[in-house]
């Protein structure tokens, strides 16, 4: 950072930026948050004075503003649950975490797949578990319960983003957050979703 004296003294000032002010004067930023003005014609300087007139009103963002920040919100929200993963109890009675990144399930499927396809066994690892053999049972345990906490967030997600844009208020939106109780009409309609997805319909 660019360092000054001022008419000779021994101080050095730390300087954060230096602009043109006026033509024979230039503005400079000092690191201590406050501001020196230079002059290169020995003028003193006289800052403006106020305008006087009335303060800015704070800025009041609209309902629909709030409600494109409150879905932003969720979507991370719900893309962070999901990808945290899910505790899986396998066939031992052991229970270990899975990570479910894009990645983790881009390999997971590959899992499932290969299981599904008569494979006995395939290698996988749990977090920051070294990579083992997994018996066929055990992946298909893994992929289920991937898949069934991936979609339970991801349909609760769709629910809670349909909540937010049916209020009318701010305060009603105030008390939208990921994990808040649905209305009863839309945790109805996510019940029987997932009891459809469960049954196999």
Same mark, same amino acid.
């Given at each position: ?10 101080? @050095?000032?730390?300087?954060?930026? &230096? ?6 004067? @230039?503005? !400079? ?6 501001? #020196? ?6 003028? #003193? ?28 919100? =969720? ?5 962070? #649950? &999901?990808?945290?993963? !899910? ?21 997971? +499927?590959?899992?499932?797949?290969? =299981? ?40 609760? !997600? ?6 937010? $844009? $049916? ?20 945790? +109805? ?7 459809? =997805?469960?049954?196999?319909?």
């Amino acid at each position: 950072m660019e360092k000054i004296t001022i008419n000779g003294a021994t101080t @050095l000032y730390e300087i954060e930026s &230096i602009k043109p002010h006026l033509p024979t004067r @230039l503005h !400079c930023a000092r690191g201590e948050g406050r501001t #020196v003005y230079l002059s290169n014609d020995d003028s #003193v300087y006289t800052a403006p004075e106020e305008s006087g007139g009335l303060p800015r009103e704070p800025y009041e963002p609209t309902l629909e503003e709030l409600q494109t920040v409150k879905l932003a919100t =969720v979507n991370t929200a719900c893309n962070a #649950v &999901i990808t945290a993963g !899910c505790d899986v109890t396998l066939t031992d009675g052991s229970i270990e975490h899975y990570s479910l990144s894009e990645t983790d399930q881009i390999n997971l +499927s590959a899992a499932v797949a290969a =299981v599904q396809a008569g494979a006995a066994a395939y290698p996988y690892h749990a977090d920051g578990e070294l990579c083992k053999m997994y018996s066929a049972d055990d992946i298909a345990l893994i992929g289920t319960a991937a898949t069934g906490h991936k979609l339970y967030h991801t349909t609760y !997600c769709n629910h809670l983003r349909a909540w937010i $844009q $049916q209020v009318k208020t701010t305060e009603e939106l105030d008390a939208i957050y990921y994990g808040a109780e649905l209305p009863d009409d839309l945790a +109805s309609n996510m019940n029987t979703i997932l009891t459809a =997805v469960s049954e196999g319909a």
